[in-house]
């Protein structure tokens, strides 16, 4: 079974720095684009950072450009979001997700079919 499992949300002041993953299993992982995702209450889900199966490319939202980091460890199956300068408007529940179709690494969620139970961040 297809398995994506996050960890590292935690509640952290204005400024500071966050670093979540999310461990693969269950699928060819280093095939994947992999992006993360988070919604707010009451907000829409929205697309944060996606990553090529390679992890030669990566794209971000304009709100976090220059503040996120998307990596990604084939070897290991996991993915990454280094989350720097946190501000309050990024509180919210972050998943990660896995797309097929790696030549389609878009931030748009309808090309996304696995997705992480999410875990909380809040500033």
């Known amino acids: 079974d297809v398995q994506l499992v996050e960890s590292g949300g935690a509640s952290v002041h204005s400024g500071e720095s966050l670093e979540l993953s999310c461990q693969a299993s269950?699928?060819?992982?280093?095939?994947?684009?992999m992006g993360w995702f988070r919604q707010a209450p009451g907000q829409k889900r929205e697309a944060v950072a996606a990553i090529s199966p390679g992890g030669g490319s990566s794209i971000y939202t304009d709100p976090v450009q220059g503040r996120f980091t998307i990596t990604r460890d084939n070897s290991k199956g996991t993915l990454y979001l280094r989350m720097d300068s946190l501000k309050p408007e990024d509180t919210a529940m972050y998943y990660c997700?896995?797309?097929?179709?790696?030549?389609?690494?878009?931030?748009?969620?309808?090309?996304?079919?696995?997705w992480g139970q999410g875990t909380q961040v809040t500033v």
């Open positions: 997700a896995a797309n097929p179709l790696g030549g389609r690494c878009f931030l748009n969620d309808r090309y996304f079919d696995h």
């Open positions: 269950g699928f060819t992982y280093a095939t994947y684009c």
